[in-house]
């Protein structure tokens, strides 16, 4: 079963940019999304890839986020440009469908 670990997160000002990998412990084929998660909201989902490298947004970080993976490195990307204080969350990346066991996150606070 295919396991990710989060990192890059950091304590940035609104308008700052930081990039965030996600490292798979295998290589997967699947659509792969990252997701984040504020204090007292539910979990959603940010962007997500195919392996092909097809990618699609939600609506908030369009022109702002972009994902990318390196398949050969087993590693996926998400780089955020612009951030604003909603942005503040703990952000993890996971199969877009049949879903493994999430993992520590990485997280994310935009000061304002």
């Known amino acids: 079963q295919v396991q990710f670990v989060e990192s890059g997160g950091d304590l940035v000002q609104a308008g700052g940019s930081l990039n965030l990998s996600c490292a798979a412990s295998?290589?997967?084929?699947?659509?792969i999304g990252w997701y984040r998660q504020a204090p007292g909201k539910q979990r959603e989902l940010v962007a997500r890839?195919?392996?092909?490298?097809?990618?699609t947004y939600e609506d908030s970080v369009k022109g702002r986020f972009t994902i990318s993976r390196d398949n050969a490195k087993n590693t996926i990307y998400l780089q955020m440009n612009s951030l604003k204080p909603e942005d503040t969350a703990a952000y993890y990346c996971?199969?877009?469908?049949?879903?493994?066991?999430w993992g520590q996150g990485t997280q994310v606070t935009v000061s304002s």
């Open positions: 890839i195919s392996y092909g490298g097809t990618r």
């Open positions: 996971n199969l877009f469908s049949s879903k493994v066991p």
């Open positions: 295998e290589r997967t084929y699947n659509i």
